[in-house]
């Protein structure tokens, strides 16, 4: 193997604590891949969590491997070496089964590279008993998983606490059946869809376990965007049912963790980690969040939350936060407008707004990351303009308590264009179209360029098309997503295979349509259409 390579993956090993020991032998070898670089897939509890319920079963040995990095890729172009698992160095093609955990859109078109790399055929069509059976599982494949299906096997669809334990022992039963015979059995079993066979119904998403216990940080390593910290999951879900977001719709129901299980998994991290990081899509809707957070500091670490719902700010648990040092907050009040707050049903005032940012100012905090949607069905001039009045009011807010403190503050928007998501309300309606976007995005940053210690920043435009595409095609992508993987661009991808991405993702859908990812049973079609009729009510639309 080439030397650069070995020299990569050695001091990664010896980066890591948590780690299965190399050489760990088992009936069934799975390697499990993130489809993106190390340092993203290290930073996914999810990807650790299913790299321990795969090690957890008996007979499995399960290792990783990961889409390598620039100089990584390079040697091994020039080597020729296949790609090979991070733990033993065991070429991908050597493995039962390759597992992709897959958690967001864009990475599908690393899939092809990846399988490229290990010397294993693309297309699940191409492949047969002698190569590795390659499945797939995560986020994105439960939302909709068509414009990839045809690259795997069987796709696993929920969450792992129940479905890997079942799979596992499926394949440990099944693996050395003829390839076809595999996929009609495996296709029976709960939660499982093999794309090479029409479902006789839609394939219903599989929930853990009430009594899981949480989803925690397995390896640590410096190498990753939260090296400094140890990752725990204090519930999964969401209760708020925001019209544009799947947590409140994929991950239902609403799960928080007990308290005295939270505890233990902080008292196990605090040995490690001074930092305890609090993930869910909801965390401070935990109903005893503050609770948690004072029991961490009073341990001598500091709690850090991915996020916080502005109407569930407390004097307490700003306090807590503070005495940990924080110095910035994340609020997301999406919509710029009552209006659009109405549509997409956030359920937020503008005065509930300005208090939140007001009660964090007095507390000494002064930084406050502002997360917004731009681009969302109905938005007009004056909705971006009343984003711009309510930051100019919450930047008085924060200069106010900035002079009392005696000490500068800057806040931050984050602004993300509208993309419509599989199983929301609002995956009938269409992506603002990209020319617009940029009308948008340049009248934002004109009003908000007079605004002191303000600072916008806009995700990548092409990049959020290329997602909304994803999230809402089907199979007629795959040749765009091999074409991508062989290097050309979208625009380029989308002229070789006669695909117009614009139109694609900015065509309203009809309610009666049947849609790609409806192979799955995910969430209740009649509510997402009611509570999608609702937001159209908002903005004077009849769907």
């Known amino acids: 193997m080439n030397w650069q390579i070995q020299q990569i993956l050695r001091r990664r090993r010896a980066a890591e604590t948590g780690a299965i020991p190399p050489g760990r032998g088992g009936a069934l070898s799975v390697c499990l891949v993130y489809p993106n670089r190390y340092e993203t ?37 020039k080597s020729g070496d296949t790609l090979v698992s991070l733990e033993g160095e065991r070429p991908l093609s050597d493995f039962d089964v390759i597992a992709f955990s897959i958690s967001f859109e864009p990475d599908f078109i690393n899939i092809p590279r990846i399988l490229e790399l290990g010397r294993i055929p693309a297309l699940a069509a191409e492949r047969d008993a002698r190569h590795s059976l390659v499945i797939a599982g995560g986020a994105a494949c439960f ?17 792992g606490e129940t479905l890997i334990p079942d799979l596992s022992a499926f394949l440990l039963d099944h693996t050395a059946l003829p390839r076809a015979e595999l996929l009609r059995h495996a296709a029976t079993l709960p939660g499982i869809y093999v794309p090479a066979l029409t479902p006789p119904q839609p394939v219903e998403r599989i929930c853990a376990p009430d009594d899981s216990p949480p989803s925690q940080s397995v390896i640590l390593t410096e190498e990753t965007e939260f090296g400094n910290m140890y990752l725990i999951e204090v519930s999964r879900g969401c209760p708020r049912g925001c019209r544009f977001c799947a947590a409140g719709f994929v991950w239902q129901p609403f799960r928080q963790q007990p308290l005295d299980a939270l505890k233990a998994a902080c008292l196990k991290g605090l040995k490690h980690r001074s930092t305890i990081g609090l993930v869910g899509a909801a965390v401070s809707d935990h109903r005893q969040i503050e609770e948690l957070c004072r029991f961490i500091v009073e341990q001598g670490g500091s709690p850090s939350l991915s996020s916080l719902r502005l109407d569930r700010l407390t004097p307490g648990l700003l306090d807590l936060l503070v005495k940990s040092g924080h110095r910035t907050i994340s609020m997301a009040p999406e919509g710029g407008s009552q209006r659009m707050r109405d549509m997409i ?102 009003g908000l360029r007079p605004i002191p210690n303000v600072r916008l920043k806009v995700e990548e435009l092409q990049g959020c098309v290329l997602q909304a595409l994803l999230s809402r095609g089907g199979r007629e992508l795959m040749p765009l997503i091999l074409q991508m993987a062989a290097g050309l661009n979208l625009r380029k991808a989308a002229k070789a295979c006669h695909i117009d991405p614009e139109q694609t993702v900015t065509d309203t859908l009809s309610l009666e349509a049947t849609l790609p990812w409806e192979v799955l049973q995910v969430t209740d079609r009649t509510r997402l259409a009611d509570e999608y009729r609702a937001a159209m009510r908002v903005i004077g639309v009849e769907p």
């Open 143 to 159: 939302m909709n998983p068509e414009p990839a299906a045809e690259l795997f096997d069987l796709i696993a669809v929920g969450e």
């Open 41 to 77: 897939a290290m930073s996914s509890l999810g990807f650790q969590a299913v790299y321990q319920l795969f090690n957890d079963q008996p007979e499995i040995v399960c290792e990783r491997a990961f889409l390598p990095d620039r100089d990584e890729l390079t040697a091994y172009v």
């Open 345 to 446: 049903r956030k359920n937020l005032t503008a005065e509930q707004i300005l208090a939140a940012a007001d009660q964090v100012a007095q507390a000494g905090i002064l930084n406050l990351k502002l997360y917004f949607i731009i681009g969302l069905p109905g938005e007009t001039d004056q909705d971006l303009q009343e984003l711009i009045d309510l930051t100019t009011a919450i930047q008085r807010t924060v200069v106010e308590q900035a002079r009392a403190h005696k000490r500068l503050g800057e806040i931050t928007l984050s602004v993300n264009p509208f993309i419509p998501k599989p199983s929301t309300p609002l995956q009938w309606a269409g992506m603002c179209p990209l020319a617009e976007l940029k009308r948008k995005v340049a009248l934002l940053e004109k």
